[in-house]
């Protein structure tokens, strides 16, 4: 039997507020057995970069990537906001030790290529190429990997790149490995079935209720992306994915659950 695997995502709405990420580690450093803490940026980066000149860009939602603006999310995410994730769960006896993509080489990735619209140096990650005997070295001497949302593209050049797609390429890689159980956190506490209810959380999706669902359009169009990344981990092997609130995370790394269990 695999030994189960818990790759846990914390969005920037957690790490724009000191008092509810200290809550939050405070229960991840509790979580018992293998672990990998991926974390986003939050605005922490467009605060400093305002501060700096640097001005930020978007283009629906999307953070164009710059000579200036990679040079600040590399010392923002992979400095600042990582190495005090990690310094807060040594606190904790918890045994951190963060990384970005680029270092081990721990997630090859290549630059997006040039479409209707330039990110700039953002990634796109190179699933076949992830080194999940080099994961499972980290895990088996009890190392809690903190996984800053950087990749690079094997010729110098340091990417932004998505948290969410990290979480799940890392799941899906360690997946042969350990029952993996890929839990997103955010400010929700699940999938809604009425958007305007947030006691409408529905407790597990499968396939067949995730198309009942859509067809009958009752859920939200911005948790979309999220179930179909979610059952696109479940499709590479990924044993469960759970979409939840922050503060329910100890309940969700065991049973029963509060937020949504997706399954197939």
């Not at 695999?2 to 229960?27: C, M, Q, R, S, Y």
């Not at 159980?181 to 999706?205: A, H, M, Q, T």
Request: glycine share 8%; hydrophobic share 45%; aromatic share 6%.
């Amino acid at each position: 039997m695999k030994p189960p695997l818990f790759v846990i995502k914390i969005g920037g709405n957690v790490i724009d507020h000191p008092e509810a990420l200290d809550a939050f580690l405070a229960d991840f450093a509790a979580v018992k057995g293998h672990k990998i803490l991926v974390h986003g940026g939050g605005k922490i980066a467009t605060r400093i970069g305002d501060k700096l000149g640097i001005e930020s860009k978007y283009i629906d939602g999307r953070r164009i990537t710059d000579d200036a603006t990679i040079d600040l999310v590399t010392m923002v995410y992979g400095g600042l906001v990582n190495k005090q994730i990690v310094a807060k769960l040594q606190a904790r006896n918890c045994n951190a030790m963060g990384i970005t993509g680029a270092d081990g080489n721990m997630l090859p990735a290549m630059k997006r290529p040039v479409k209707e619209i330039d990110y700039g140096w953002v990634g796109d990650i190179l699933q076949e190429k992830i080194p999940s005997d080099r994961w499972r070295v980290l895990l088996e001497q009890d190392i809690v990997p903190v996984l800053a949302p950087l990749t690079h593209d094997g010729q110098g050049h340091i990417l932004n790149t998505n948290a969410d797609t990290m979480a799940s390429a890392v799941a899906v890689a360690l997946s042969e490995a350990y029952t993996v159980r890929l839990i997103y956190c955010f400010e929700k506490k699940g999938v809604l079935e009425y958007v305007e209810d947030e006691n409408s959380v529905l407790p597990v999706i499968t396939k067949a209720s995730y198309q009942q669902l859509k067809s009958a359009n009752k859920l939200f169009a911005g948790i979309l992306p999220k179930l179909d990344n979610a059952f696109a981990a479940i499709d590479a092997g990924v044993n469960e994915v759970l979409i939840g609130h922050a503060d329910d995370l100890l309940q969700n790394t065991s049973q029963p659950t509060t937020g949504t269990l997706i399954t197939a």
